[in-house]
């Protein structure tokens, strides 16, 4: 279906009618702009974070793996310059009480008049913009004076620089070498919105690629490349898909230069990930303000401080482009299906198993326990014996299962199955003691998404 | 080795020296009793979050996963009464200006006198208790009156507790059935410690079973047994391993009856796991602050509140526990080794690749990182050429490999490779071309720990 046909709506009812995502602490009245995943949201999350560090950790020789804690000493973030400069600028108005984002008022909607912005009609009564810091604050320990005042972490990053000498001591790495982190970052946003695109908790998946400056260009662009690339194989359509260099103006400042890989989300072309060139501006901030020297040091004496490309995205804004993309309807034969056409590699459920009957007396379920038991223990898979069969195949279609068994009468009289493809829906009949390798075969095979 | 020669020091400085965990936010001088894991540390907490996940929801029909928020509407903690009872007694000593837990003054060192316990000496002057809530707090949006107040969850069960009317519904359950959930926890310990054992944030494993009442108790016993199980088939000896029920009075406020996986630890026997039956107490109190009705409304019409039972973990504690357990020092030949003898299955590399001679010119590299690259697309392994094999041996043996495969003079004249079984020290020759499958099917294997 054409891409403008998939409505943010769509996907919203759509994951929570299936359980891939709930408004968080929904029977209290919810918490702006947080979510808890449910089962199938998990599941997705996992095969999402599962691809991420195979690509980056485990298939790579010069990417190591760290999981640094949530809340560092807070003069972490007085050295990285996030105390003083990581704010957004907010105006209150004094007649609607409303607060806003002093560089966003033309997105904002006047308390009193909603079709008016902010500034826009007489009574709106501004004061002048004041800057809010975007950490969350904590205090560690007995004690709740200054000294024990803490930051939840806005980014993984920092957690990496600060560990560079562990790294580059213990793991044995000489500049071009990476660490790589996922985990929860944190971000009292005051606009945040638009479903999982912006929330004020979200799962990052970071790395900081340490070279010599002389390189860092080089390696920008390499990053870019290859982070484009790998979303490509997770089935994003390439037209989709674009990089977009920042305007100076638009650039954190920690950097030199920045890309972002956007994705033609329903609010539009919008960030999914941020390929950052830092330069060397946080391992000389840290080395500054710790007095560790955060450097290289060759064996023949020379000395230099690297610089950090860093690929950052979050699993949330990830799991949101998949479902964009893979959302289709369709009628086929008279009946509207709605189906998730995911790369079985991110698919929740890579495989249905169904028997045709769900009666005990009809033979089928034992053979639909064994194929379903045996897959288990390889895949992710399901177990469904409720409802007519057609029904079953569009619970599965909606939640994105490439390919479904159903044990029939014919089960019992050859040994065969069906398997039934989501995308095409051909059927085609298989050995029953054939599936597992046919399944972990499919699993292997190229897959590309449908022009739209 | 004896259990009793495995002490804290020991298994600190092993997995500082081989990176598998730093002092967190080191070169700012740290922060009380929180940790960042490196490399190794990453690998085999994945490994252990992996095999949790797999026993709990993919090999099961009755569980189903849930990823719910850290910060959830302040309410949720207001109904568990973890606002009110979330809470360690504290007395202040107004001479040496320390504070200590009243529930812990006979393992608290006075300040002027060390040798004494708090109240001991006669200078001490020690204030009443009062009570002190584990909470960390913080602020959401940009206000920061009272109304904005929320707290970082100190356990993840609550998300679940709150969602159980969404699973209900959509994931088409009925008692018994469990929901699962791995993420950070934060509590704000006042006196943290033992390393790993203690920590400020943590990752928890929980999974909440619910069940009908009358058939509580047998499945807290299930849930008992099965939680003991899997603690075996990570490869923990039984002798270090008990099961001990709580008492009346160290229950926590929601529980019926709890029992402690206990293991031995350097510092004694202590918390693995708890298993605790939750009764009703908190779907009710959620019931009562919430007005959703929690309950299970069977087809029959009948309705009942569920209870809970609770398998409940942090993987830095099942961490310290497989460190502990694989610990060991040998003489062979002459020569000391430190290894860890861990479960293949936990252990964070699976094998290591070693070219005998590392020179290009020597033939031996091609093939072996030909070999290396087949390997890790299906599991973790490692490359290294860097030292004499005998060092590289010790190196694999203190992280805990359990195989190392290497290419020397024989592989380029008959195409096979040395296997060198971590434990046993044994080697034998292998086809090259054999050695994926070799090591898939070692990885299937049974493992038992050596006796201690």
């Not at 609607?96 to 997105?107: S, V, W």
């Not at 949101?320 to 189906?339: P, S």
């Amino acid at each position: 279906m054409p891409a403008d046909v998939v409505t943010m709506d769509k996907i919203v009812s759509l994951t929570r009618r299936r359980g891939f995502v709930f408004p968080s602490s929904e029977i209290y009245g919810g918490l702006g702009s947080t979510y808890d995943y449910g089962h199938y949201g998990v599941l997705t999350k996992n095969n999402i974070r599962s691809r991420w560090f195979e690509s980056m950790v485990q298939e790579r020789d010069d990417i190591v793996a760290l999981d640094s804690a949530v809340i560092l000493n807070p003069l972490v973030w007085e050295a990285s310059g996030h105390v003083e400069g990581f704010t957004d600028p907010l105006v209150d108005c004094r007649t609607c009480k409303l607060r806003f984002r002093a560089d966003r008022l033309e997105d904002s909607h006047c308390g009193r008049k909603p079709s008016k912005r902010p500034g826009e009609t007489p009574d709106c009564d501004l004061t002048e913009p004041r800057q809010f810091n975007l950490m969350f604050e904590t205090s560690v320990g007995a004690l709740t004076e200054e000294g024990s005042k803490a930051y939840l972490r806005p980014e993984t990053a920092q957690g990496i620089f600060i560990n560079f000498k562990n790294v580059l001591q213990l793991a044995r790495r000489r500049p071009p070498f990476g660490i790589a982190q996922v985990g929860k970052s944190f971000r009292n946003e005051i606009t945040p919105g638009n479903f999982l695109f912006r929330l004020r908790e979200f799962e990052q998946m970071e790395m900081e690629f340490f070279v010599p400056p002389d390189d860092a260009e080089r390696w920008h662009a390499y990053w870019i490349d290859a982070r484009l690339a790998w979303y490509r194989g997770l089935g994003l359509r390439e037209s989709s898909l674009r990089v977009r260099e920042h305007g100076p103006e638009e650039r954190s400042h920690y950097s030199l230069a920045t890309s972002d890989i956007e994705y033609l989300y329903p609010i539009g072309w919008s960030e999914l990930e941020g390929v950052a060139n830092r330069g060397d501006y946080d391992l000389r901030q840290h080395t500054e303000a710790s007095g560790t020297k955060l450097e290289y040091v060759d064996p023949d004496g020379s000395r230099y401080t690297p610089f950090v490309i860093e690929p950052a995205v979050s699993i949330d804004r990830i799991m949101l482009a998949l479902l964009v993309d893979a959302y289709d309807e369709e009628v086929v034969e008279g009946r509207e299906r709605t189906l998730l056409r995911l790369h079985p590699v991110v698919a929740p459920v890579k495989a249905a198993v169904l028997p045709l009957i769900s009666k005990e007396s009809a033979g089928m379920v034992e053979p639909a326990r064994k194929l379903y038991e045996e897959l288990r223990r390889h895949h992710f898979v399901e177990y469904d014996d409720a409802g007519n069969i057609g029904r079953r195949y569009r619970r599965q279609d909606e939640i994105g299962t490439p390919w479904a068994f159903t044990i029939d009468d014919v089960t019992l009289e050859d040994g065969t199955v069906t398997v039934r493809d989501r995308d095409s829906l051909a059927q085609e009949r298989l050995p029953l003691d054939g599936v597992r390798a046919w399944l972990d075969e499919a699993l292997e095979r190229p897959w590309e998404p449908l022009p739209r």
